[in-house]
């Protein structure tokens, strides 16, 4: 008897150490709770968003105009100084009343689409490869200009001189076309004081060395949002995530609470802001059958729509997703970083945010999908034909950069399968963080299938 009990012993303990190792449990959705937000005036957050003073410092305004000319593209049509300032720049008065030239939001939220400026679509053209933007060795040579030419212009641009030296050589991407703002919010956190903001020129806290890429959400999207970024990890007041660019160049948190008054007005305008409708006919009996395939096999995380239309706000674990994976482990478990945002100046008063990282990513919603190429978190898939069929997704594609095309059938920008990875212009999906691999649900469909579901997503 005591025999047999050993043996059965060892085989439930041996069934048990089985079940650890073989069975893997189905991981579930996680629903994000809504975060109290502030009420604001939208007309005043489209004014403050393109032409206020949320950062001080920049490039002296002459000295800008001798690099960089005259702008004749005014495409929200502003006045005085700004009408010849391209569009992603705004002329302000550093503290010093000196007229600067600083970069604004729309340098990654807005975007050049068929001779039309969308406000809110995220920039997939930017250029953060190296020598590109920031780069330490332009601001070394304006300081030197600068301190010996005018010294009054060089007191109102060292901020932004300051910032660039000390971070633009950590911000390079592999490739066009991806942005590194997440990593850019990080460096400029390890280089300031979480409760003062004041500027160290030596980081306080280790960064992850590699710079992970993102691609843009539309802005149109986070009304619908209760958590912000693609790991739904920004929780709480919206405004203080939206003013963050604020870092850049701001001198301390007496600064940064005149620049926090004024972003729940932008906060405002930006749930005013609507997808733009795809321009072109449709197949009404396909959009009939893509939209039941829709209901049938995606709305479950990516909502309804229509009216009534509901959106889940649902985090994918990473088992479910199966995406490049390094966006949230990298960027968004630096558990310093994390530690500085949720202790500093930022967490704090009548409306805080916080940070709660995740394994995995939100299911966005797909409001505007059709103009958003190209897509993942990564922006890895250069269109939903390839989304949508995960064996159709290249290895390596080029994109002209200089004659942008979009393909309005397949949905994203026109495209070239390349042999190999050389160039900047060509996306490399072999390199860390840039992988095209996972959300495979579109591989189930066939081509008919798959042309409804796309013919269904032109009118969302």
Not at 20 to 40: A, C, D, H, M, T
Not at 182 to 187: E, K, P, T, V
Not at 330 to 341: D, G, I, L, R
Request: charged residues 25%; aromatic residues 12%.
């Amino acid at each position: 008897m005591k025999k047999f009990c050993v043996v059965l012993v060892i085989a439930v303990i041996c069934f048990s150490f089985s079940s650890v190792i073989f069975y893997r449990p189905i991981q579930e959705p996680v629903p994000v709770l809504p975060s109290r937000q502030r009420s604001g005036d939208p007309r005043a957050g489209y004014e403050y968003l393109t032409t206020g003073d949320y950062l001080r410092s920049g490039i002296p305004l002459s000295y800008f105009k001798m690099g960089f000319g005259k702008n004749s593209m005014n495409y929200l049509k502003r006045e005085g100084f700004n009408a010849d300032i391209p569009y992603d720049y705004t002329v302000v008065n550093a503290p010093n009343g000196e007229l600067v030239v600083a970069p604004n939001c729309m340098q990654c939220h807005a975007q050049v689409f068929e001779g039309r400026l969308i406000i809110g679509l995220g920039n997939s053209s930017i250029d953060f490869t190296k020598n590109q933007k920031l780069d330490p060795r332009n601001a070394e040579a304006a300081e030197k200009l600068l301190k010996n030419l005018d010294p009054k212009k060089y007191e109102a641009a060292e901020p932004f001189l300051r910032v660039v030296k000390g971070i633009g050589d950590q911000l390079h991407t592999e490739v066009r076309g991806v942005n590194t703002a997440d990593r850019l919010a990080a460096l400029l956190a390890s280089h300031r004081d979480p409760k003062t903001f004041q500027w160290s020129d030596k980081p306080m806290m280790d960064i992850p060395a590699e710079v992970i890429p993102t691609d843009v959400p539309a802005w149109w999207m986070l009304k619908k949002k209760n958590a912000m970024f693609y790991n739904g990890f920004g929780r709480g007041d919206f405004s203080r995530f939206l003013m963050a660019s604020n870092l850049l160049t701001v001198n301390d948190t007496a600064e940064s609470r005149e620049v926090d008054a004024r972003f729940n007005d932008v906060l405002a305008y930006i749930n005013s802001i609507m997808p733009p409708a795809y321009p072109n006919p449709v197949n009404k009996k396909l959009v009939r059958e893509g939209g039941i395939l829709f209901v049938q096999n995606c709305s479950k995380c990516h909502g309804s729509y229509g009216n009534p239309g509901k959106y889940p706000n649902l985090l994918i674990p990473e088992e479910e997703i199966q995406t490049d994976s390094l966006l949230f482990k990298s960027n968004y478990q630096s558990y310093q970083f994390v530690e500085w945002f949720n202790n500093s100046w930022f967490a704090m008063g009548e409306h805080p945010a916080r940070l709660e990282p995740f394994n995995g990513y939100i299911a966005p919603p797909l409001d505007g999908i059709w103009i958003t190429a190209p897509y993942l978190h990564n922006g890895s898939v250069p269109d939903l034909e390839c989304l949508l069929n995960s064996k159709e997704r290249p290895r390596y594609w080029r994109r002209d950069f200089d004659n942008q095309e979009y393909d309005f059938d397949k949905l994203g920008w026109k495209y070239k399968a390349q042999d190999s990875a050389q160039g900047t212009a060509v996306y490399n999906t072999d390199l860390p963080g840039y992988g095209n691999y996972g959300h495979r649900y579109g591989d189930k469909f066939n081509s008919r299938e798959r042309k409804a579901i796309i013919e269904y997503l032109k009118t969302l």
